[in-house]
């Protein structure tokens, strides 16, 4: 049993069916318990001998700069690496322009190998996955679809994701979690939206909606009294000329409502200022994600 992976020398001879080669019972054993190597070799059968001294050769040039073999580009081609050596084998492709020809002419020879195989043989030869990871793959498909389906409590049935009424019983669905009501048109919209997609409205964060709703109730009360202080202010300076006994009283309190109305309206210039801010810092996210993502 081999401690490393054969070289391509010794792949090729043994994918040629050397059978006198010193070490094709261990390269045998190998490759019945190597899964890549098992695919290299089937790669280099099949090609032809003008093709495998071809990737020899490449492979003997890459090797002297340190490039990664011609094999691991052919995995590469077919989509076998691992993410991270992909990802590593992807930085190295975009600097070496001797791998990126290497891995042309790969792509060339065994192109011209599946022009005279049949197209189904050849999917089958590089799509096809093992049982272990298909059966993984159908559970997570399941999986996923499941969590975004809405499951009625009453009669069991599975509903498109975002429904409100059940298409089996009619019931209501519990409205999901991750959702909010809009203050403007009533709809619900995906809880982590900045703009209702329904009536254009912007969408501030919870606490900025507290904040809102405070600043709203207070500018309206504070609109009450401006105006009462302003009738209570011209009514005293009214009674004044009338009642001249108590002609500085009526005047006094008529410029202490008066004082009264002016702080009024500077706080409601204030808590305008506020909602202002709080209803445009939605719409300005927005538009700097618009102009991000057409950007």
């Known amino acids: 049993m081999l401690k490393r992976h054969p070289s391509l020398k010794d792949l090729s001879e043994y994918a040629g069916s050397h059978a006198d080669a010193p070490s094709a019972s261990s390269i045998d054993k190998h490759v019945r318990s190597c899964r890549r190597c098992a695919q290299n070799v089937e790669l280099l059968r099949r090609l032809d001998v003008l093709a495998r001294s071809a990737l020899i ?17 052919a995995d590469y081609l077919e989509g076998l690496l691992p993410a991270q050596q992909r990802v590593t084998t992807e930085e190295h492709l975009s600097s070496c322009r001797l791998c990126r020809d290497a891995l042309i002419q790969i792509q060339e020879m065994t192109m011209i190998e599946y022009d005279s195989a049949e197209p189904d043989e050849i999917a089958d030869d590089l799509l096809e996955p093992d049982e272990a990871t298909r059966r993984r793959t159908l559970n ?11 499951r009625c409590g009453i009669c069991g049935e599975e509903n498109e994701p975002g ?18 009501l809009c203050i403007s048109c009533r709809q619900q919209i995906p809880a982590a939206s900045n703009y209702c997609p329904n009536c254009g409205s912007a969408i501030a964060p919870p606490k900025k909606i507290f904040g809102l709703i405070r600043a709203r109730s207070t500018a309206v009360t504070g609109l009450i009294r401006t105006h009462v ?67």
Do not use: M, N
């Open 140 to 150: 997570l498909i399941k999986t996923k679809l499941r969590e975004q389906r809405v």
């Open 57 to 73: 050769e490449s492979d003997e040039q890459t090797g002297a700069h340190g490039c990664p073999p011609p094999l691991v580009l």
């Open 229 to 295: 202080w302003a009738v209570l202010g011209l009514a005293a300076i009214g009674i004044s000329f009338f009642a001249h006994r108590y002609f500085i009283q009526f005047i006094a309190l008529g410029l202490i409502f008066g004082a009264k109305w002016v702080l009024d309206q500077v706080q409601l210039r204030i808590y305008a200022d506020i909602l202002k801010r709080l209803r445009s810092e939605g719409k300005t996210e927005e538009q700097k994600k618009r102009i991000s993502g057409s950007g």
């Open 163 to 180: 429904s409100l009424v059940c298409s089996g019983c009619g019931a209501q669905l519990k409205r999901p979690s991750h959702t909010l």
